[in-house]
């Protein structure tokens, strides 16, 4: 049984220290190369075996994450989109939300994730040209990158500029890849270990990622790793910085996924 927690900004420092203590206290955390060695080369795992992973790369990793994993050791994969390093141009979707504000940002965000890509591009590109002013935010740099980088925590791929994967065609996704692949390369990082962008999964996404090289993939499905695993497949568990401890124990568990279909359920109902 494995176990990969998703993370993506890290904002509470406080409470995410709590959360690693408790990790570390009561898993076995393991490196993403530990993990590829178990699949590929049949070396075993410790027990109750644990992967932390975030992703996008937001500036707040460097902030208040790495700190923390320095401070207790922790190895961590972290998969960022290649094409915003060393920039101050903000995550798509956070454009959205800065230009409809918090509810219709929302609601728009989760549309954008549903139509063809291409649509999704021109809808951005006619949002930008509406506003008065452009929307900034500081991204990581390569030599943040550099420094976080090392015997535990990997840098790896998360797309070039985050399209969602199955509402793409094959030469977008070929190009994709290439791009994220040549900019981690040129920087000694991990290209092969990949990250579908907001975990949507295709078979002819994952006949591209086979076909550059990737050797694993990680999906967004709230799930805990059983029996075989496969590489292109693996399953995360979604938790963020704020999540309290009592939480963090309950999808560690496994329950949370199970209870979740039905929460939504009832609060689709009290509608």
Same mark, same amino acid.
């Given at each position: 049984?494995?176990?990969?927690?998703?993370?993506?900004?890290?904002n509470?420092?406080?409470?995410f220290?709590? $959360?690693i203590?408790?990790?570390?206290s009561?898993?076995?955390?393991?490196?993403v190369?530990?993990l590829e060695n178990?699949?590929?080369k049949?070396? +075993?795992?410790p027990?109750?075996p644990?992967?932390?992973?975030f992703?996008?790369g *937001?500036?707040?990793?460097?902030a208040?994450?790495f700190p923390?994993?320095?401070k207790?050791?922790?190895p961590?994969?972290?998969f960022?989109i290649t094409?915003l390093?060393n920039?101050y141009? %903000?995550?798509?979707w956070?454009?959205?939300? &800065?230009?409809l504000?918090?509810?219709q /940002?929302?609601?728009? #965000?989760? !549309?954008?994730k549903k139509?063809?890509?291409n649509?999704r591009v021109t809808y951005?590109?006619?949002? !930008?040209?509406?506003q008065?002013?452009n929307?900034?935010?500081k $991204?990581?740099?390569?030599?943040?990158?550099?420094?976080?980088? @090392?015997?535990?925590?990997?840098i790896?791929?998360? &797309?070039h500029s985050h399209?969602?994967f199955d509402k793409?065609?094959?030469?977008?996704?070929?190009?994709?890849? &290439?791009?994220?692949? +040549?900019?981690?390369?040129?920087h000694?990082?991990?290209?092969?270990?990949f990250?579908? %962008?907001? @975990?949507?999964?295709s078979?002819?996404a994952?006949?591209?990622?086979? @076909? #550059?090289?990737v050797k694993?993939?990680f999906?967004f *499905?709230?799930?805990?790793?059983? /029996?075989?695993i496969?590489?292109?497949?693996?399953?995360?568990?979604?938790?963020?910085?704020s999540?309290?401890?009592?939480?963090?124990?309950?999808?560690?568990?496994g329950w949370?996924s199970r209870?979740l279909?039905?929460?939504?359920?009832? @609060? +689709?109902?009290r509608?």
């Amino acid at each position: 049984m494995l176990r990969v927690l998703a993370y993506h900004t890290v904002n509470d420092q406080t409470n995410f220290e709590s $959360q690693i203590q408790y990790l570390k206290s009561n898993y076995s955390l393991i490196t993403v190369c530990e993990l590829e060695n178990f699949l590929f080369k049949n070396t +075993k795992l410790p027990k109750k075996p644990l992967l932390i992973t975030f992703d996008d790369g *937001d500036y707040s990793l460097y902030a208040n994450a790495f700190p923390v994993l320095k401070k207790y050791n922790v190895p961590a994969i972290i998969f960022v989109i290649t094409n915003l390093i060393n920039t101050y141009e %903000p995550f798509w979707w956070n454009e959205v939300y &800065s230009a409809l504000g918090n509810k219709q /940002g929302h609601n728009e #965000v989760l !549309r954008l994730k549903k139509i063809p890509n291409n649509e999704r591009v021109t809808y951005m590109k006619r949002l !930008r040209a509406s506003q008065s002013t452009n929307f900034i935010q500081k $991204q990581l740099s390569t030599n943040e990158l550099i420094e976080m980088s @090392g015997k535990d925590v990997c840098i790896a791929n998360h &797309s070039h500029s985050h399209p969602i994967f199955d509402k793409c065609e094959s030469h977008t996704l070929k190009n994709e890849m &290439s791009n994220s692949i +040549k900019f981690l390369r040129a920087h000694s990082f991990s290209p092969f270990f990949f990250a579908y %962008p907001n @975990g949507n999964f295709s078979e002819e996404a994952e006949t591209v990622l086979k @076909g #550059v090289g990737v050797k694993l993939s990680f999906l967004f *499905d709230h799930k805990i790793n059983y /029996g075989k695993i496969n590489p292109l497949r693996i399953s995360r568990l979604v938790v963020n910085d704020s999540t309290p401890l009592w939480k963090l124990k309950l999808i560690l568990s496994g329950w949370h996924s199970r209870i979740l279909p039905f929460t939504k359920m009832l @609060g +689709k109902l009290r509608k």
